[in-house]
């Protein structure tokens, strides 16, 4: 069973920057996407990046590109979200998911394909 922990939100000012970790447990020797997806409050949660088994191709949401940066350690079996540039709309929990894939070079931001999911870390941008 494939376990996913995030830890590294907090609050941050306007500008600042915060750098989230996904580590994960369990994984069988399949290839899995991870996805990391925010929930503000009243709103639906969507699709922030993925990145593939192979650490590339990654996708971002037009709303985060040029500010959020995703990479995986397969390693250590740790995905990183680096945000900078932080907006108070960025403020919302943030999760990390996973899917199998069958391809390793595969990613996508759709939420309804991702299986296993973490329990979320709060992220609060405000002065």
């Known amino acids: 069973q494939l376990q996913l922990v995030e830890s590294g939100g907090g609050l941050v000012q306007p500008g600042g920057s915060l750098r989230l970790s996904c580590a994960a447990s369990?994984?069988?020797?399949?290839?899995?996407?991870i996805g990391w997806f925010r929930q503000a409050p009243g709103k639906e949660r969507e699709g922030v990046s993925c990145i593939s088994s192979s650490g590339g191709p990654i996708t971002y949401a037009d709303s985060v590109k040029g500010r959020f940066t995703s990479s995986r350690d397969n390693a250590k079996n740790t995905v990183y979200l680096q945000m900078n540039s932080l907006k108070p709309e960025d403020t919302a929990i943030y999760y990390c998911a996973a899917y199998r894939t069958t391809v390793k070079f595969m990613c996508s931001t759709t939420r309804a394909r991702y299986n296993y999911w973490g329990q979320g870390t709060q992220v609060t941008v405000s002065s």
């Open positions: 369990g994984f069988t020797r399949d290839y899995y996407a």
